[in-house]
């Protein structure tokens, strides 16, 4: 894997072969001398294909000599044509299999340091509970806060520490706690904590959990009160119910014995739960459910009830930039009348419930909902919606003049290296026409949803836009049909590494769209830039 952007090493050079990746020496050396012939420059008379061929001969001749030498080839598979021309020196100094994979191994163990240094981020949140009627009174609008903060370390590869700290305040009385969690995990289905807080809470404490089976996992904990020495036993139990749901059942004996059963649930589009728990002197029930309305926005409906609690809670959240999210909540219920603003960034959380009456008067409190909802709609559609759009067009813009270049010179070369396929794909075309055998009609590459999605009221420039997104593969995928009548592509292989490919829309999803008729019978299929494709297939037929 190259690790560069988050994305796999896309095997241009097993797509330029046409082989696969797990392709021996035997296979690659046969696939190199199919390429040489098709691209040696003797076989060209004019000046100008003579000078296309010379260019994709030389591609294919690196392509082999990488492919065919054990140390580049080891050294590619992982870390792409960058770690062949940076990352790694060949030579003196790495002149062995063993060393190699020695100096690999090294390189994965950076990788995973930085990982891990990636995630040694301290996580914490802010509480502050502000009051307007008692800053109506003139007592002051801050009623309390909370601090809490935790950093966690990997100390080695099973075992990890987690420091953490709080603060409260609340009127005139405050206090704190210092908490320390060390984990280890005994073995990939079993690990072991062990907790000491000092502070409003001193506590010792240990607690296990296991993996019982593939959808179980048990926990256990034991922790005693530094204070009065009082024990508290716990044992929770977890099941995965489905791929998108579990649930557990919790169970606490000590000085506050309860008993809890919940569940959860999530996908795409939602996120569910609920709990109910009750206690040798208190009982609630709680439920949430939150709607994805898009990758950035989700509203929100909870609700709690018990002995202490009587609660509604609605409200919604936007994901405003790569790791920062606000949320607006209202709740309404026996503690009043409450909005909470939410901003999460990374591992920090800034909390602001606003108490705005103790009294539950209807037209407040529909007011209380209606104002903020309203200037919320208002400035999404007037000032938010406006400003991203033209800051994403701005962004298209500017890496499409960024790439312009570079996929033009890529679409040249793809179209040279066509202009040699087309003899050899004409002959093949026609043998399988004869034969009534595999006939590749079109094929496109590229950002096939916006070709698809093109309306004909659409402008010429709107037109030409989309086209500039793909690239038409016909002749290539002809070209590569094999005497048997049948096509192949490889598993795990970026497809614009294929001779007459290119990538017409970097940074873009893309498919490959293929219509092809055998035996007179016409098919089509659409797969992914990486996904195998073999054809014919009966599941493609047009009905």
């Not at 591609?59 to 940076?86: F, Q």
């Not at 307007?132 to 075992?159: C, L, N, Y």
């Not at 959860?264 to 728990?277: F, L, P, Q, T, V």
Request: aromatic share 6%; net charge positive; glycine share 10%.
């Amino acid at each position: 894997m190259n690790e560069k952007n988050g994305e796999p090493n896309n095997k241009e050079l097993y797509a330029l072969l046409h082989i696969s990746p797990e392709a021996s020496d035997e296979e690659i050396r046969r696939a190199y001398r199919q390429w040489a012939q098709v691209y040696h420059p003797d076989k060209c008379q004019s000046p100008q294909m003579k000078e296309i061929a010379t260019e994709n001969f030389q591609r294919v001749c690196e392509a082999y000599e990488i492919l065919t030498d054990e140390k580049k080839r080891m050294i590619y598979d992982i870390y792409g044509m960058e770690g062949l021309n940076s990352g790694l020196e060949l030579g003196p100094k790495l002149n062995k299999v063993e060393e190699i994979k020695e100096e690999l191994e090294r390189l994965k163990r950076q990788m995973e340091q930085e990982k891990v240094a990636a995630h040694f981020q301290p996580s914490g949140s802010i509480l502050a509970n502000l009051s307007w009627p008692d800053f109506v009174d003139g007592d002051g609008i801050m009623r309390g806060m909370v601090m809490a903060s935790e950093v966690q370390t990997q100390i080695s590869k099973h075992t990890s520490l987690a420091i953490g700290g709080n603060l409260a305040v609340n009127s005139n009385a405050g206090g704190g706690a210092t908490t320390a969690i060390l984990r280890h995990n005994l073995s990939p289905v079993s690990s072991v904590e062990f907790m000491g807080s000092i502070g409003l809470q001193s506590l010792l404490g240990m607690q296990s959990s296991r993996q019982l089976s593939v959808h179980s996992t048990a926990i256990m904990g034991i922790t005693m009160s530094l204070r009065d020495g009082s024990i508290n036993l716990s044992n929770t139990w977890s099941r995965q119910l489905s791929e998108t749901t579990n649930g557990n059942i919790h169970l606490s004996l000590g000085v506050e014995s309860s008993i809890g059963v919940g569940w959860r649930k999530k996908d795409e589009n939602m996120s569910a739960s609920g709990g109910i728990k009750i206690g040798t002197s208190s009982f609630g029930a709680t439920a949430h459910y939150t709607h994805f309305f898009s990758a950035k926005s989700h509203g929100r409906i909870a609700g709690t009830v018990g002995s202490g609690a009587l609660a509604l809670e609605i409200g919604g959240g936007r994901k405003v930039s790569k790791s920062s999210t606000v949320r607006m909540l209202y709740s309404i219920g026996i503690q009043g009348l409450i909005w909470k603003f939410e901003l999460h960034r990374g591992g920090q959380k800034l909390v602001v419930p606003i108490l705005l009456s103790n009294h539950l008067n209807p037209v407040f409190a529909t007011g209380a909902f209606i104002i903020p909802v309203s200037l919320y709609f208002t400035l999404k559609n007037f000032v938010f919606k406006p400003y991203y759009r033209r800051r994403e067009k701005q962004k298209g813009l500017d890496k499409f003049e960024k790439t312009r270049g570079q996929v033009k010179e890529a679409r040249t070369a793809a179209k040279k290296a066509q202009q040699l396929l087309q003899n050899v794909a004409n002959r093949k075309r026609n043998k399988q026409l004869e034969m009534g055998g595999l006939v590749i009609v079109k094929a496109i590459y590229g950002n096939i949803k916006a070709w698809h999605n093109k309306s004909e009221q659409e402008t010429e420039e709107k037109e030409d836009e989309v086209a500039s997104q793909i690239i038409d593969v016909t002749v290539p995928l002809n070209f590569l049909v094999n005497d048997s009548g049948q096509l192949k592509l490889h598993q795990g292989v970026k497809k614009s590494g294929i001779m007459g490919f290119c990538d017409p829309c970097p940074g873009q999803v893309k498919h490959l769209c293929v219509e092809y008729t055998h035996r007179g019978t016409r098919y089509e299929v659409t797969v992914d830039d990486y996904a195998e494709l073999l054809i014919p297939d009966q599941s493609h037929k047009v009905v």
